[in-house]
């Protein structure tokens, strides 16, 4: 158990549909990262929060958006949802700014139909 | 940006045997080199590290080494089990981000 949680653990919906995916950091740790897990992409870096702002950016859509609140924990919201989105999706979190040790959560596994 | 290239993309040995898996990267700057492994369901788990101050580091039946010069850091685990069989991630940090290999699937047979 690395500390990190991550709900829901499934979520299904259809086309169209927006979701809310949320994580809870490590206790101490102060930033939040989002990876989209599928089939033939490896782990892709969407984006990074530390200490509620945002501090870095990999290939995250538009229709994407993730927050940081006060008591560290993130929310990832999707929106616009397109089949293409079904993933698994990481949070994960690290004691400082980054480039460091990350530990992941068990993901939330998303399908769009 | 940081590219990490990932070889190979599967890899199966019999148990006993080892496993060699060979990672390189592209950011000179990059200092921090973690090694991820993934079970069917679970999130990556860091099951080693190592910085760019040495050249190896090593953890029971699992090591990693580094060549800054070459920009290639490899993993080894001997004596594999068949419970090593899953998904291992190579990383390198660049600036504020870890940058991931696209993955190496280990199978151990019996």
């Known amino acids: 158990d690395s500390g990190v949680t991550q709900t829901p653990k499934h979520l299904i919906t259809a086309t169209g549909q927006r979701v809310t995916l949320r994580c809870s950091p490590r206790s101490g740790d102060l930033s939040v990262y989002w990876y989209q897990q599928s089939l033939d992409q490896g782990l892709q870096f969407l984006i990074q929060?530390?200490?509620?702002?945002?501090?870095a950016k990999g290939n995250i859509l538009e229709r994407f958006s993730a927050q940081q609140f006060p008591d560290l924990h993130s929310e990832l919201n999707l929106s616009s949802l397109e089949l293409g989105d079904s993933a698994l999706y990481f949070c994960?979190?690290?004691?400082?700014?980054?480039?460091?040790?990350?530990?992941f959560g068990p993901g939330t596994r998303l399908l769009v139909l | 940006g940081e590219n990490v290239e990932q070889h190979p993309s599967t890899l199966s040995v019999q148990e006993g045997d080892s496993a060699v898996i060979k990672c390189t990267y592209s950011?000179?700057?990059?200092?921090?080199f973690p090694w991820y492994k993934q079970e069917l369901g679970k999130g990556p788990q860091l099951i080693i590290d190592?910085?760019?101050?040495?050249g190896e580091k090593k953890d029971q039946r699992i090591a990693v080494t580094l060549n800054k010069t070459a920009k290639h850091f490899s993993l080894h685990i001997t004596e594999t089990q068949p419970e090593d069989s899953a998904v291992y991630f190579c990383?390198?940090?660049?600036?504020?981000?870890?940058?991931f290999g696209k993955g190496t699937s280990l199978l151990v047979t019996p």
């Open positions: 994960a979190s690290s004691r400082t700014s980054g480039g460091e040790t990350q530990y």
């Open positions: 950011d000179s700057a990059s200092n921090y």
């Open positions: 929060y530390y200490n509620g702002e945002e501090r």
């Open positions: 990383a390198a940090n660049s600036g504020y981000a870890l940058n």
């Open positions: 190592i910085r760019s101050n040495v």
